[in-house]
């Protein structure tokens, strides 16, 4: 059963010369209960791709299908209830709200649900004892190892019963050791029949999942289905290797790209700044130059 | 939230300042009996036709009094006035035998007042018209503690422009307060006769107001009409006094605390306008702070809905609590009012509705916008904010 549906999904950022691409016609489909891994270099899109995936994030052009649903019909409010009870999100960053402690914060989407405190109580009490925080359930973030706020992050991805897990880099700023703990947490709920989409840059973190996906320069560039406790084959060789631009693509040039992009809806659409990774990558780039007519 | 406390605190503190002069006010006015026609000098109001008073001259009340003794022997002609009572203010210092009182009101007036002013002599007895021998006069109840250290000082002396008196009498406590546009607070009062008061002043004492005691109270019209008639030969035809009814010396004693009281409110009223502003941008600051918080918020699912009503909430929760704060302090001080002025001043339950009300409807109205800032956010770039 096919859960993710992407047909030619684009994502661009700013309009005129400054144009980016974050997103390139990607093609995608997940099945339910697949955990898949998304590699690929810094500003290669992996991130705009969980966010579009994730409904954090519209796409410019193409076709999102969630469940055989069009996204794109869903309005805000919708779009907020869907990520309420489809999908649980894990960050880098943790992102747990300082001001709550764990059990508040692993209770907050039920809070959006509207069940009654004690109730969403019990439950993320039942969660933390899941990822055997229990015992923390009075500490604030703060007083927190890196591993135990993942750990919470993920008892509140959880606690909806979503189908579909978005964790972006969750292992970033974790020692090996907590990523151990993590991805083991994520391979148990994965056994219970979740989908999971992990980004990573950590080959071995491969072993875990059952298909991987490359990105560069906004592109899928490789698809590999792999037995789980495997590395991927591709992990290590396609991850450094750099994509050569072919010569029609550089003739191409702009309107490659800008054909099929009615400058109204560009011009329409806010100022967004190019991600802050993606800068430090300034040759990997790909800018779009229109030419100017005088 | 101090904004708020300040503004709400002020506004029921004014308000309720104004409240508590207009009763004591009234309550004084009442004192006095519904039968009392009262002169003044200068003219007052305005009279739309005949009957209503329309507008209120406050410049006659700062004027030199035009009333003579010619106008209260004209009135005491009168068949239908019963008692006519003159009372000039003579000085405000007076020496007794402990200490020297400079806030008093030392008036100039006839026998007939303790009848017409209902005020009851707790000791001693009024002076009388035409006693030679000597100087007497009739003290309030806090002229006697103060200037004697007693409560029944009758028969020692004191001395009123280096002119010494015997203590006739001493009044009952009264219960009103403060000087007010009709009355002296006869608890601060000596009281000497008419005629002592010419000595003592050696022209003309100034004639403050003259009170008429009607013969008929069901007939206070023709009174007040036959007293302005009297009067309006002895000035010349001129109107430059007041014949004022009972009721009407309300309306111009609670119109001026009115426009006094509306004055400040409208002042205090800014102040609270400028802590709905601070509230705004308290919301605003704190909108932009946590940014992150609202992308994460909405990461797990919160509505735009969700986060308008969570800013929304904290908005007026901020303003509610500073509006029952400003209550409080408004409390407090008026709590500091009663114990050490005259003042006393009343918190109505409408007043105090009315103004945690302003500071709520201030506190939502100021939210909306940085609500409104938070709930339209995209996920995704609240996400991202630093």
């Known amino acids: ?294 | 939230m101090l904004g708020i406390v300040i503004g709400v605190s002020s506004v029921v503190t004014i308000v309720s300042l104004g409240e508590g002069l207009k009763q004591q006010i009234v309550g004084q006015i009442n004192q006095l009996g519904s039968d009392i026609i009262t002169v003044r000098s200068g003219k007052l109001v305005s009279r739309n036709g005949s009957s209503s008073i329309n507008n209120i001259n406050v410049l006659a009340f700062l004027s030199t009094s035009t009333l003579t003794e010619k106008d209260v022997q004209a009135i005491g002609k009168l068949p239908s006035a019963a008692k006519v009572v003159p009372m000039s203010f003579v000085t405000s210092t007076a020496k007794g035998s402990r200490t020297t009182l400079d806030n008093l009101y030392v008036v100039g007036t006839s026998p007939d007042l303790a009848d017409v002013l209902h005020q009851k002599v707790a000791y001693g007895a009024f002076f009388t018209e035409g006693e030679a021998d000597q100087d007497f006069a009739v003290i309030g109840a806090r002229v006697a503690e103060e200037l004697f250290g007693e409560l029944n000082p009758a028969g020692q002396s004191l001395s009123i422009m280096g002119k010494s008196f015997v203590v006739s009498g001493v009044l009952e406590r009264s219960s009103g307060g403060l000087l007010s546009v009709a009355e002296t607070d006869f608890n601060s009062a000596i009281f000497i006769s008419q005629a002592l008061a010419r000595k003592l002043t050696g022209a003309h004492p100034n004639i403050l107001q003259i009170l008429v005691k009607s013969q008929d109270p069901n007939n206070l019209d023709v009174t007040a009409n036959d007293v302005r008639s009297a009067l309006l030969a002895t000035h010349q035809g001129q109107e430059n006094f007041t014949v004022l009814k009972q009721y009407e010396l309300l309306d111009i004693a609670s119109g001026v605390v009115n426009i006094v009281t509306a004055f400040i409110t409208g002042i205090a009223a800014i102040s609270l306008l400028v802590g709905g502003i601070g509230i705004m941008d308290i919301m605003l600051v704190s909108v932009s702070e946590r940014m992150r918080e609202i992308g994460i918020r909405k990461a797990v699912g919160a509505t735009s809905r969700q986060i308008l009503s969570q800013f929304l909430v904290e908005g007026l929760a901020l303003s509610v609590g500073g509006g029952l704060i400003g209550v409080l302090v408004a409390m407090l001080i008026n709590l500091g009012l009663r114990l050490y002025t005259n003042f006393d001043p009343v918190v109505t339950a409408p007043l105090v509705i009315l103004a945690v009300g302003v500071s709520v409807g201030v506190g939502i109205i100021f939210s909306v916008a940085p609500a409104l800032k938070a709930a339209r956010k995209d996920p995704i770039d609240a996400l991202r904010h630093e």
């Open chain 1, 1 to 294: 059963m096919t859960l993710i549906e992407l047909q030619e999904v684009s994502k661009l950022y700013g309009f005129g010369d400054a144009t980016t691409l974050a997103l390139d016609e990607a093609m995608l489909s997940v099945e339910k209960g697949e955990f898949l891994a998304v590699m690929g270099p810094s500003g290669s899109g992996k991130s705009t791709l969980m966010n579009i995936i994730g409904l954090l994030d519209r796409p410019t052009h193409g076709i999102y299908l969630l469940d055989g649903r069009h996204v794109a019909r869903l309005r805000t409010n919708q779009r907020a209830k869907m990520r309420r009870d489809r999908i649980g999100f894990v960050f880098q960053a943790y992102n747990l709200l300082p001001r709550l402690n764990v059990l508040e914060n692993v209770a907050l989407p039920l809070a959006y649900k509207g069940m009654t405190p004690v109730r969403r109580q019990k439950r993320a009490s039942d969660l933390l004892e899941l990822v055997g925080m229990r015992d923390r359930e009075y500490f604030m973030p703060r007083q927190l190892s890196g591993g135990q706020a993942q750990r919470a992050a993920i008892a509140r991805a959880l606690i909806n019963k979503p189908s579909i897990i978005i964790a972006d880099e969750p292992t970033g700023n974790l020692d090996s050791t907590d990523s151990k703990v993590v991805m083991e947490l994520f391979s148990d709920i994965h056994r219970r029949g979740n989908t999971i989409l992990l980004v990573t840059h950590n080959p071995e973190l491969t072993r875990y999942a059952s298909r991987v996906i490359y990105m560069y320069d906004g592109m899928i560039v490789g698809d590999e289905k792999t037995a789980i406790g495997d590395m991927a084959k591709g992990a290590r060789r396609i991850y450094y290797q750099k994509r050569k631009v072919t010569d029609d693509e550089i003739a191409g040039g702009v309107s490659a790209y800008l054909r099929d992009v009615p400058g109204k809806e560009l011009a329409s659409r806010s100022k967004r700044p190019g991600k802050r990774r993606r800068k430090k990558t300034p040759t990997r780039r790909r800018t779009v130059r229109r030419k100017v007519k005088i």
